[in-house]
């Protein structure tokens, strides 16, 4: 079946230091790949997404780039802020059984101290 | 435009009691998923409906769950009796079928179960 694994946490930076947060997966077919973000005290919102190999999905100053070789899609921010402190979900997506339902990774806490 | 909204935000029981969880997707969303993360677990999917249709059960855990979308609007996820695990977030996400791989999540229910 499907499966995401991603490190575990939590992690601790200082701000202006360089994030990544390293995402594996094994899926059957083509998955779409997403990271999500949920915010102390908030619910799951979408950071980013690539449908695609060699996709690279970026916002916020985050990215991730889709590879089909590797089945990777590690996250990555070269200068985090205080307000990037989160838990990060990597996940997948595979439309095969109709479904597309999301198959997530176990989440990564960061902390970024001032 | 409004989010996904979840009622309640929480809610504690004692074992063997009922309780009913709402989830109202974004306005003209036809697909509706529910997931929950137990403690220290993976976000896991449960189901999801295609307007009031249930496309995919494959993720409930039992015949004490129920899942009803009534009209093809909101959901309601019924856990009849409560067991101490099901304890944990119930998230609810809806996507619109011109997109069906951006899952827009709400801010999670957490259910205790004493």
């Known amino acids: 079946g499907n499966s995401v694994t991603q490190m575990e946490g939590p992690v601790t930076l200082s701000e202006e230091a360089f994030l990544t947060i390293n995402c594996t997966y094994t899926?059957?077919?083509?998955?779409?790949l997403f990271w999500y973000v949920q915010y102390p005290g908030e619910g799951l919102q979408l950071l980013l997404k690539?449908?695609?190999?060699?996709d690279k999905g970026s916002n916020k100053g985050f990215e991730a780039t889709y590879r089909k070789e590797t089945t990777s899609f590690h996250l990555e921010k070269g200068s985090v802020q205080v307000s990037d402190s989160a838990v990060y979900f990597c996940?997948?997506?595979?439309?095969?059984?109709?479904?597309?339902?999301?198959?997530f990774g176990k989440g990564t806490k960061l902390s970024v101290i001032p | 435009e409004a989010g996904v909204t979840q009622f309640p935000s929480h809610s504690v029981i004692e074992k063997g009691q009922t309780v009913t969880l709402r989830c109202d997707p974004i306005s003209g969303h036809d697909n509706l998923y529910w997931y929950r993360r137990v403690m220290g677990k993976e976000i896991k999917f449960l189901l999801h409906f295609v307007k009031e249709s249930k496309q995919d059960e494959s993720g409930m855990p039992n015949n004490r769950f129920l899942a009803e979308r009534t009209g093809g609007t909101y959901s309601t996820l019924k856990v009849q009796p409560a067991e101490l695990e099901d304890s944990g977030v119930y998230f609810c996400?809806?996507?619109?079928?011109?997109?069906?791989?951006?899952?827009?999540f709400g801010p999670g229910t957490r259910l205790t179960v004493l």
């Open positions: 996400a809806s996507s619109h079928s011109g997109d069906r791989n951006t899952q827009y």
């Open positions: 996940a997948l997506s595979y439309s095969g059984a109709g479904s597309y339902q999301l198959t």
């Open positions: 690539a449908t695609k190999a060699d």
């Open positions: 899926a059957t077919g083509y998955p779409s």
